[in-house]
């Protein structure tokens, strides 16, 4: 089936350090979204990516989407203790007209004390 | 305006029980989604409604079916609990844009299948 991957699982850092999530989907997408989601919260949407090349930030955010639309990257520059949480990309799939929003398995940003 | 609200915030079935979720969804938005997320993962995707109409389902069995009202609130109903169904189910409404997918969740409700 239709498949997001998304490396690495965790990542950690000292505050002030860059961070950084790929994403990888098994076909080309038609956009693609990022959200972050809080320990204890529900998803936040951050962004969504539609154009083949694509490079949209937000602040120290910096999203990234591939030539060939199959991959996605988020990196933050200088990581503050108030971007602790795990990045999720998810695509949409239409496969026979029925529509799946599949969600890659996220990055959990941790800083280290 | 009011955002996306679910109910109940958490619940406790025995397998083999029945159960519905609640979704409130954000004012003047027409299309709602609903998420599994089990602990550590990623939400997966159970189906969507939009104007009542289911227009997208993933890999659930049927025992996971839906409602959208006129309203645009809807229900998750999950029959035949099992064990692996405990998990944090999220309810995500959007507005109509053919092009914008920008969904907006609820708190989630926290079911246990004991």
């Known amino acids: 089936g239709q498949q997001v991957m998304q490396i690495p699982q965790y990542q950690h850092v000292q505050e002030g350090e860059d961070f950084t999530t790929y994403c990888n989907s098994s076909?080309?997408?038609?956009?693609i979204q990022w959200y972050k989601q809080r320990p204890g919260g529900h998803p936040v949407f951050l962004i969504q990516?539609?154009?083949s090349g694509e490079v949209k930030k937000q602040k120290r955010l910096t999203f990234q989407f591939g030539e060939a639309k199959k991959n996605s990257s988020l990196h933050i520059t200088a990581t503050q203790t108030t971007d602790v949480g795990t990045y999720f990309c998810?695509?949409?799939?239409?496969?026979?007209?029925?529509?799946?929003?599949?969600w890659g398995a996220g990055t959990k940003l941790i800083i280290k004390p | 305006e009011t955002g996306v609200t679910q109910s109940p915030t958490h619940l406790i079935k025995t397998r083999g029980q029945q159960v519905t979720l609640r979704c409130s969804s954000q004012s003047g938005h027409n299309t709602v989604s609903w998420y599994q997320q089990a602990l550590g993962q990623g939400p997966q995707f159970i189906f969507q409604y939009y104007r009542e109409e289911e227009n997208g389902r993933g890999n659930f069995p049927p025992r996971f079916s839906g409602l959208q009202f006129p309203n645009y609130s809807s229900e998750l109903n999950v029959n035949a609990l099992e064990l692996d169904d405990s998990a944090l189910y999220l309810c995500a409404s959007s507005p109509e844009s053919p092009t914008y997918n920008e969904q907006f969740f609820g708190p989630g409700t926290r079911l246990t299948v004991l």
């Open positions: 076909t080309t997408l038609s956009n």
């Open positions: 998810a695509g949409p799939f239409v496969f026979d007209s029925n529509y799946q929003l599949i």
């Open positions: 990516l539609v154009k």
